[in-house]
């Protein structure tokens, strides 16, 4: 059964970083992306940014030019390298992965999710 686990979020002061990172476990054949949305309360969930096997990566506009997304490959690991963070970045966000496995050719996952506070 696949798995991804969000670590990394926590309370920031305006201006501030964090990274984020999502790791996958489990039988997976293939990846197709990894990326993460966001979910603030009140508001429907929204991608933030996602980069596919490739390494072609998008961006929501609210975050492009802050946010950078990667990856390793090999280890399954996303990374969301979070920069000049704003009060309005505050929300719940969340790992979301597309994976071929042994019982799905092409299924999407999701974390747990992780709190991101932007607050002083």
């Known amino acids: 059964q696949v798995q991804l686990v969000e670590s990394g979020g926590g309370l920031v002061q305006p201006g501030g970083s964090l990274r984020l990172s999502c790791a996958a476990s489990g039988s997976i054949l293939r990846t197709y992306s990894m990326g993460w949305y966001r979910q603030a309360p009140g508001k429907q969930r929204e991608l933030v940014a996602i980069?596919?096997?490739?390494?072609?990566?998008n961006y929501a506009d609210s975050v492009n030019g802050r946010f950078t997304v990667s990856r390793d490959g090999v280890k399954k690991i996303a990374y969301l390298q979070m920069n000049s963070l704003k009060p309005e970045d505050t929300a719940v966000y969340y790992c979301?992965?597309?994976?071929?496995?042994?019982?799905?050719?092409?299924?999407?996952?999701w974390g747990q999710g992780t709190q991101v506070t932007v607050s002083s």
């Open positions: 980069i596919s096997s490739g390494g072609t990566t």
């Open positions: 979301n992965a597309r994976f071929q496995t042994p019982a799905w050719a092409d299924r999407y996952y």
